[in-house]
């Protein structure tokens, strides 16, 4: 079993920035995948951003390049997601998610993923 704590969610100005953490405690692996996934309101669930975790490769859905950055720190077996240039049409609740042995599936489908965390809400306000 994989646990992810995710934290850093808040209310933020259009514009504003914010930094999610997710913390991987249990049975971690170097051949994790892990990734962000969004939902907001009456919404489908969608990919945001996505680490594989031995050799640091990050994707990112097309909302979000230039914008977004996922990072991770090895030591702390913790992934990042910093949000910059915050539109409103990002509030939603932000999950963290962990493939524990990526084997090459996309990683911007759910399905992907086994383990997810509770999720942080993210509010931006126009």
Same mark, same amino acid.
């Given at each position: 079993?994989?646990?992810?704590?995710?934290?850093?969610?808040? &209310?933020?100005?259009?514009?504003?920035? #914010?930094? &999610?953490?997710?913390?991987?405690?249990?049975?971690?692996?170097?051949?994790?995948?892990?990734?962000?996934?969004?939902?907001?309101?009456?919404?489908?669930?969608?990919?945001?951003?996505?680490?594989?975790?031995?050799?640091?490769? $990050?994707?990112?859905?097309?909302?979000?390049?230039?914008?977004?950055?996922?990072?991770?720190? !090895?030591?702390?077996? $913790?992934?990042? #997601?910093?949000? !910059?240039? #915050?539109?409103?049409?990002?509030?939603?609740?932000?999950?963290?998610?962990?493939?524990?042995?990526?084997?090459?599936?996309?990683?911007?489908?759910?399905?992907?993923?086994?383990?997810?965390?509770?999720?942080?809400?993210? !509010?931006?306000?126009?």
């Amino acid at each position: 079993q994989v646990q992810l704590v995710e934290s850093g969610g808040g &209310l933020v100005q259009a514009g504003g920035s #914010l930094r &999610l953490s997710c913390a991987a405690s249990g049975r971690t692996s170097s051949s994790m995948a892990m990734g962000w996934f969004r939902q907001a309101p009456g919404k489908e669930r969608e990919f945001v951003a996505a680490i594989r975790w031995s050799v640091g490769s $990050t994707y990112y859905a097309d909302s979000v390049k230039g914008r977004f950055t996922i990072s991770r720190d !090895n030591a702390k077996n $913790t992934v990042y #997601l910093q949000m !910059n240039l #915050l539109k409103p049409e990002a509030t939603a609740v932000y999950y963290c998610a962990a493939d524990r042995q990526y084997s090459g599936s996309s990683l911007s489908r759910s399905a992907t993923y086994d383990y997810w965390g509770q999720g942080t809400q993210v !509010n931006v306000s126009s």
